[in-house]
């Protein structure tokens, strides 16, 4: 049975930085992509970045430049520190897994097979 939990939220102001956590049971990172997503109120789900099972990372455009995953294989864990932060960030963070064998795009959420619960980051002005 895979897991994801996520951690790591809060409440922080126009600039700060913040690192959220998602680790993984039941699926070992190295074996599979995993990704965020974030979703504000009112509006839909948005993909935030991937991290390969080989490593390689991508980013939306949006965060592109300010926010960096990586992944520590031995705790089986993804993070994503986001710098910079804008109100516009305040989402339910959202981390996401699917076996390396999956097929379809990795900037879709039908894409991915498990889900965490989410975490909130909220970013006052």
């Known amino acids: 049975q895979v897991q994801l939990l996520e951690s790591g939220g809060g409440l922080v102001q126009a600039g700060d930085s913040l690192r959220i956590s998602c680790a993984a049971s039941?699926?070992?990172?190295?074996?599979?992509?995993m990704a965020w997503f974030r979703q504000a109120p009112g509006k839909e789900r948005e993909y935030v970045g991937v991290i390969w099972w080989n490593g390689v990372v991508r980013y939306a455009d949006s965060v592109k430049g300010r926010f960096t995953m990586s992944r520590n294989n031995v705790n089986n864990t993804v993070y994503l520190l986001m710098n910079s932060l804008q109100p516009d960030d305040t989402a339910v963070y959202y981390c996401a897994a699917r076996r390396k064998e999956t097929f379809g795009p990795y900037g879709s959420g039908s894409s991915y097979e498990y889900w965490g619960q989410g975490t909130q980051v909220t970013v006052s002005s």
């Open positions: 039941g699926l070992p990172i190295s074996s599979g992509d």
